[in-house]
């Protein structure tokens, strides 16, 4: 494999605020790469030093065999951005939104035309077609933002919290777009709150807390860093009441065990493998949210 993101100490402060503190990153072609932090982490200031929109202070970082300092414009030109704010043309409705950015990359009238079509049902937005974007629900707009960025291919395609503020269905057929992208070759890059998301979605996953890298690798990878199971007691109705963290070993789980006694909680047992969201309590002592319908 062949990299085509290459991040070796970059190192970013606004004001006397460190928010980069020192980042190693290594993403292949077309792999599914995910950054995973908390609100704050630094996320999206890693993809806009990627993109080019934000100078770090130290560090190199090379996209698509481009220096993003040196050659800014030989990034620009491979990649394809969708931001967490809203790129879209108002006055226009949503399908002359995706003509124009068709045609604006390059794409015949009547490709253009081909592809908003295909972008319009992909993202559940053929009945709005005609409508203008000012008329659109937040979700509405952010689905047309993304769909714009699959109207061409980009080499290497930054997607900055893409499911944030879309309903169940609309994010599984964004992971299945994304999917489809990667197995044509682009590499993906995107960040997100949600361990679903990045166990579901990514090839590796990056974990940003307090500017660093505090742990990267699959998904498998990560939970495998945490060890032991977890031993937990929930009520009749399945509801968890408590839970323990073990080594794995019959000593800690016995122990375990006898701390969920000693809560005088009233339940049922039950022993599990741990989950991502266990491996960021472990790896950064913070949870992360866990979307309940995904
Ligand atoms: N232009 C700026 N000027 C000053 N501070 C900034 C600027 N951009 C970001 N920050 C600060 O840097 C830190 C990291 O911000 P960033 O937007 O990269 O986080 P994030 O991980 O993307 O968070 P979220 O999940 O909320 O999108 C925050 O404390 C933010 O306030
Ligand atoms: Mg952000």
Known sequence: MTSVIEVRGLRKAFGDHTVLAGIDLTVERGEI???????????????????????ADEGSAVV???????????????????????????????????VMFGELSGLS???ARHRADELLERFGLTDAAGRRVATFSGGMRRRLDLALSFVVQPEVLFLDEPTTGLDTRSRRELWHVIR??????????????YLEEADELADRIAVLSGGTIVASGTAAELKERVGGDVVELRDAAGALLRSEPTDGSLAGVRRAVDLLDASGAEGTVSIRRPSLDDAFLALTGDGLPVKEDA
């Not at 414009?73 to 399908?95: K, P």
């Open 180 to 193: 489809e992208l990667a197995g044509a070759g682009t590499t993906v890059f995107l960040t997100t709150q």
């Open 33 to 55: 790469f995910a950054l995973l932090g908390p609100n704050g982490a630094g996320k999206t200031t890693i993809i806009s030093v990627l993109t080019t929109l934000v100078h």
């Open 64 to 98: 698509a065999g481009h220096d993003v300092h040196r050659s800014p414009d030989g990034v620009r030109g491979r990649i394809a951005l969708t931001g967490q704010s809203a790129a879209v043309d108002e006055v226009l409705n949503a399908r002359e939104n995706l």
């Open 109 to 111: 009238g009547r490709a």
